[in-house]
């Protein structure tokens, strides 16, 4: 009987049923492993055939938990297959909730009425414990009632205690689809009938949602919730930022009367367990989550939504490095359900997925209530540059000081965090580095750190500089977020400033705080990173000024444009969501390269066009396929030594492009040295077929790997 293990093997392994026991696949068992005991999942690929019978253990038992669906495990495996990672590596995301407990995760009641048994004190102290109300986890009872598991089982068996699955009391409430249906503007109602539309035919689609920032995308694609939850089945509402749901659940809550299961890997692990049986159980209608929200149970999964699906932050890149935009779309084929992918600025994959028909379009182009899209300009930093050692432009300055006049909110956007990216001897010159990365060390003045961003590596701000000894010699290059803050307490001393920063803001629920604490107007001017950029609504925001609009440009990476305009759109499209109009400045050097003049005239789709064009010219994707190999070794003449011979095995044929071996941009990442090759194929060439033979060509000695990421978003 195969059984896959949460570990990266290559397969199942295959183990003996002994006699009494009959798992199906999907069951989870418990079975022996070196020695220890391991949770695994019953497989249906064919069992190893090379071990004889006699030489297999056996499989322990069975435990309580709810079965893994075929649709889960058929997801597993085409994870697995197409981003070549181990299957067990894949199913441990799904595992991991309950292979923690290794115990069943059911519930226990007290039968009633009781039956006439014998009853003895540990029996009685169990019934106290679960008294007349809730079930129960056997946990809690064990614990509680100090009993063994053997009491709880003898007390089954004699009828005292009935086992739950479909818990009565479950610990999410119902949302009610009728709760507050919004009025709908024409548009948003042609729209929410499509998806309702796909609702019902439950089978599978992709439709694009596109609409401007503003224009009620939530609210139309809430509808198509609403309408999977009058069917009955379960709702997926997956969103980039965990830290941005804050905002979104209160209006989940406003829509439909109670709050959705939320999902994500920072819960705490009771309420993974609790959320996780809920929704294996079907009594989590509606869950909202980060990519891990893939992984769940759902027995009866009726719709997938990708909320802001042009999001790089969907890309997972370490362990399994996939892409949770695209595998949404897999779950939901596999689940025979919609999928709804909702952007104001949709990828250029998707596009091309619509354009190829694919996936269906719906649009809207207007904001809602008459809001108007707010009017960009650009700062040309040439010509009107800041004062010297500042980095807002005069004009910049004006702006706010209007904004912050006429009452109304105003944001400052830069994508950097802490006070300077370069600390440099202004003596002889050093640049202060990470020792076990390819980066600088950037300066986060308020801990009085140094900081790497990429490893954590962190030193206190040295005196004098390590190289020449010159005292007070180092100098902060460049604005980091820290710095702007400095600067705009100097240039706004009235302003009440609000940093929203991943340093500042650590989890939802800060993030929550922050978004009130902005609502209620407590605040004046608003200083961030990509943390502000998307899904926030704050109706007296009516000011966007970008620091430094070119800093995405930088690097030349293949998204680097699209990214840039995404992002900047974003940022650009929290202003001026109420009655008040929108402004918004980006300052830049490049005022005539595409991405400004796109945003400068509000015309993303002639951008995208021509970025389309581009990329359909040297077939890249999504007009070809790419994947790259990245190697890392403890040494650097090891990584020379695999990225050679991968460069001397690399695959040859029609349509095929392999790019390196090189060093990699961060040829150093947390003490380990990278290369990097990269494979192009043509669209119509599969590539896991050759990316497999590609590696089993090589020989990877210890110390080594070699890491595969199948559409790869980032090139570092
Ligand atoms: P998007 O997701 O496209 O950026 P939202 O769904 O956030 O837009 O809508 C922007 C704002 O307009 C939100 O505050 C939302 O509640 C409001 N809104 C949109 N459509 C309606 C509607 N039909 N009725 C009432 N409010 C609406
Ligand atoms: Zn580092």
Redesign the pocket.
């Known amino acids: 009987m195969p059984v896959l293990l949460p570990y990266p093997f290559p397969g199942p392994f295959d183990y003996r049923v002994p006699p009494g026991l009959e798992p199906k696949p999907g069951d989870v068992v418990l079975v022996p492993l070196n020695r220890r005991e391991e949770v695994g999942v019953v497989w249906d690929a064919p069992a190893d055939e090379a071990v004889p019978a006699h030489k297999l253990k056996a499989v322990v038992r069975i435990l309580d938990t709810p079965p893994m669906r075929e649709s889960l495990r058929r997801f597993i495996d085409w994870i697995a297959a197409y981003t070549l990672s181990p299957p067990g590596e894949v199913m441990a995301m799904a595992l991991r909730v309950v292979s923690g407990a290794g115990r069943p995760v059911i519930r226990y009641r007290r039968a009633d009425p009781l039956p006439a048994v014998r009853m003895t004190p540990p029996r009685q102290r169990v019934l106290d414990v679960l008294g007349r109300q809730e079930p129960r986890l056997a946990a809690d009872v064990l614990r509680e009632a100090g009993v063994s598991a053997a009491v709880l089982r003898g007390m089954i068996e004699a009828g005292l205690l009935v086992t739950e699955t479909a818990a009565p009391n479950a610990p999410f409430q119902r949302p009610d689809p009728e709760h507050h249906g919004?009025?709908?503007?024409e548009a948003?109602h042609e729209a929410a009938m499509a998806l309702r539309e796909a609702v019902a035919r439950q089978s599978f689609s992709v439709t694009l949602l596109d609409?401007?920032?503003?224009?009620?995308?939530?609210?139309?694609y809430l509808e198509a919730v609403a309408a999977c939850l009058r069917a009955g089945r379960q709702a997926l509402v997956m969103l980039p930022e965990i830290a941005l749901s804050s905002q979104w659940i209160e209006?989940f809550q406003r829509r439909f009367g109670v709050a959705p299961a939320v999902w994500h890997s920072d819960l705490p692990s009771r309420v993974r367990k609790i959320t996780w049986q809920a929704v294996a159980e079907g009594t989590a209608p509606v869950v909202v989550g980060a990519r891990s929200a893939l992984f769940l149970p759902f027995p009866d999964l009726g719709l997938v939504v990708v909320?802001e699906e042009h999001e790089a932050a969907f890309k997972q890149q370490d362990g399994v490095v996939y892409n949770a935009r695209d595998m949404a779309v897999v779950r939901a084929r596999l689940s025979g359900c919609p999928a709804v992918l909702?952007s104001?600025t949709p990828s250029l994959e998707t596009v091309a997925n619509v354009e190829a028909g694919r996936y269906a379009h719906l649009r809207?182009t207007s904001?809602?209530?008459g809001?108007s899209m707010p009017k960009v300009t650009l700062i040309d930093l040439r010509e009107t540059p800041p004062d010297r050692g500042r980095f807002l432009a005069p004009t910049l300055i004006e702006a706010v000081n209007q904004t912050l006049a006429r009452g109304e909110q105003a944001m400052l956007f830069l994508n950097r965090r802490g006070y300077a990216p370069l600390t440099l001897c202004r003596h002889c010159g050093h640049r202060m580095q990470c020792p076990n990365c390819t980066a600088w060390l950037v300066e986060h003045r308020t801990r009085n750190q140094l900081l790497c961003h990429h490893c954590g590596h962190t030193i206190p701000i040295p005196p004098e500089c390590p190289v020449c000894a010159a005292k007070a010699s180092l100098t902060p290059v460049g604005p980091g977020i820290e710095r702007i803050t400095e600067e705009a307490a100097l240039v706004f001393p009235e302003a009440r400033r609000l940093i929203m920063a991943s340093d500042t803001i650590a989890g939802p629920h800060a993030a929550a705080a922050a978004a009130h604490s902005i609502e209620e107007r407590e605040v004046d001017l608003i200083i961030g990173t990509q943390l502000v950029a998307k899904?926030w609504?704050f109706?007296h925001l009516t000011f966007v000024g970008v620091v430094d609009a070119d800093l995405g440009l930088a690097g030349g990476e293949l998204r680097a444009s699209e990214r840039t305009v995404q992002l900047l759109h974003q940022v650009a499209?929290r202003a001026g969501?109420a009655e008040a109009a929108g402004q918004v400045m980006l300052q830049t050097f490049v005022p005539d390269h595409p991405v400004m003049q796109a945003l400068l005239q509000g015309d993303l789709d002639a951008f995208m066009e021509s970025e389309a064009e581009s990329r359909r010219d040297g077939e890249w994707p999504p007009y070809g396929r790419l994947a790259a190999l990245i190697v890392s070794a403890d040494s650097a003449i090891m990584a020379d030594t695999v990225a050679r011979d991968l460069g001397w095995t690399a695959p040859r044929g029609d349509g095929i492009i392999v790019l390196g071996p090189a060093p990699a941009p961060m040829a150093l990442l947390r003490g380990r040295h990278r290369r990097r090759l990269l494979l192009k194929v043509r669209r119509d060439v599969a590539i896991q077929p050759i990316l497999r033979s590609w590696l089993a060509s090589v020989r990877v000695p210890r110390g080594g790997r070699v890491d595969v990421d199948v559409d790869p978003i980032s090139f570092l």
Do not use: I, N
């Not at 919004?182 to 503007?185: K, V």
């Not at 609409?211 to 139309?220: F, L």
């Open positions: 919004p009025t709908l503007s948003q609409g401007v920032t503003g224009s009620g995308k939530t609210e139309v209006r909320d909702a104001a809207l904001r809602h209530g809001a899904g609504h109706p499209g969501r």
